[in-house]
């Protein structure tokens, strides 16, 4: 299993259009992903769970992946996260 | 975690505030609630100062059975900078050295008409839903029949999908998606939707939907006691799936154990359907009826007929 804390640099946050992208990423990959955030943890790949985290511009959130591809999948989603 | 402070106590059961308003941000930290009798006569050893604390008329008449040098001296050590209020039943007087002690330190004293039985029970019930424990799990909620049903599975199975097909043949929504859960007492689980997706649904294709504007206040719910969990995943035609429903299979949510069925996804599987029986089976088998174990029986005295005729 990997692992990541994160800070969200897309500057609106993850509103619907880019929480849908994000999860749109997550579910190409096989390995289970989850977000968190202050304690509350979601499915990644669950555009529902996602956004009622209601994640913020400058938020910290932890992302877990576990599966064959956890590292791809990670990559891309940190990169996603973290773009601006 | 949400904190509880006493000025959240007094909006929800509308207690008149007396003396101590300095007080009222206090923190409630536990759902204990202590009777201080034997503080009155002058035992503090064991005072639960970080409680908060309930005085009814026992405790209040004892008061006036002593000298006004104890019942100040008692009064003050009543009123810790940890307790988080007193709270005095059946409206009675406030004894004048509570109200200087508790301004004194900052302690709110609240008062309510109701009696003390009555007043402990309702503080009891609102604290521990605060403090029950609680946790988050990728699902969907459906009240089916009465029964709330937890139905889990790997993103894509079509959970939502069920779902809308269970509300379109007239059940509730409760939770898509995400299902925040909490333990009440030690064998309930009470499951609602994050604020923030309340009534919707995502359907793939579609998008978001909201189930309660498409089919009505009827159609939703915003919360419900989960009693059993329907795992849908793909069919695997090596693996063994109940066949007869003589065992009964567990699935643990913190401290709780619910019964647990998991269904086999295939074109030409009605999936809303059989979750409509499951749920139906299940109030049957709550209702004392077992069909599993009443086929078994029947069967097991057949063979044992048929045992006894070989022998004869």
């Known amino acids: ?51 009622s985290l209601a994640i913020g511009s400058n938020e910290v959130v932890k992302l877990q992946a576990e599966g064959p591809d956890e590292e791809q999948a990670m990559d891309s989603l940190v990169t996603l996260i973290e773009s601006e | 975690m949400i904190k509880v402070r006493t000025k959240d106590l007094i909006e929800r059961f509308d207690l008149e505030l007396v003396a101590g308003k300095d007080g009222v941000h206090r923190e409630i930290v536990t759902s204990d609630i202590s009777r201080p009798g034997m503080e009155m006569a002058g035992y503090f050893t064991h005072y639960p100062k970080e409680r908060l604390q309930l005085m009814g ?77 609680s946790t988050a799990l990728h699902g969907v909620l459906v009240d089916v029949y009465g029964v709330g049903v937890l139905i889990t599975g790997k993103s894509g199975i079509g959970k939502s999908e069920t ?26 689980l009470i499951g609602n939707p994050p604020n923030l997706i309340e009534h919707l649904l995502e359907i793939r294709g579609l998008g978001i939907i909201n189930v309660m504007t498409l089919f009505g206040a009827g159609a939703v719910r915003n919360y419900k006691r989960i009693s059993m969990v329907v795992h849908l995943e793909t069919w695997e035609s090596d ?23 998991t269904i086999p996804v295939r074109p030409g599987r009605n999936v809303s ?24 029986n029947r069967l097991n005295s057949v063979i044992k007929d048929v045992d006894n005729k070989e022998i004869e």
């Open chain 2, 57 to 133: 008329r026992t405790e209040l008449l004892f008061l006036y059975d002593l000298k006004q040098k104890e019942i100040q001296d008692r009064m003050k050590k009543l009123c810790t900078d940890v307790t988080p209020g007193i709270v005095i039943t059946r409206g009675l007087d406030v004894p004048h050295a509570l109200v200087e002690a508790a301004d004194h330190a900052g302690v709110p004293v609240m008062r309510s008409p109701y009696k003390t039985t009555r007043v402990i029970s309702r503080l009891t019930n609102f604290l521990e839903t605060k403090f029950a424990p």
């Open chain 1, 1 to 51: 299993m990997v692992e990541k804390e994160l800070t969200v640099q897309l500057e609106t946050g993850l509103q619907a259009r880019p929480a849908a992208k994000f999860v749109q990423e997550a579910n190409r990959f096989s390995s289970d992903v989850f977000l968190e955030k202050d304690g509350k943890r979601v499915n990644a790949k669950s555009i529902m769970g996602v956004m």
């Open chain 2, 239 to 261: 693996k063994q799936y109940d066949r007869l429903g003589l065992d009964e299979t567990k699935m643990k949510i913190m401290d709780v154990h619910l019964p647990k069925a």
């Open chain 2, 163 to 188: 779902a809308l097909e269970l509300v379109k043949r007239g059940h509730r929504l409760v939770a898509d998606d995400n299902v925040e859960i909490r333990q009440e007492d030690y064998d309930t």
């Open chain 2, 273 to 296: 359907v059989i979750i409509e029986v499951a749920a139906m089976n299940f109030r049957l088998k709550r209702m004392g009826i077992n069909t599993a174990e009443e086929f078994s």
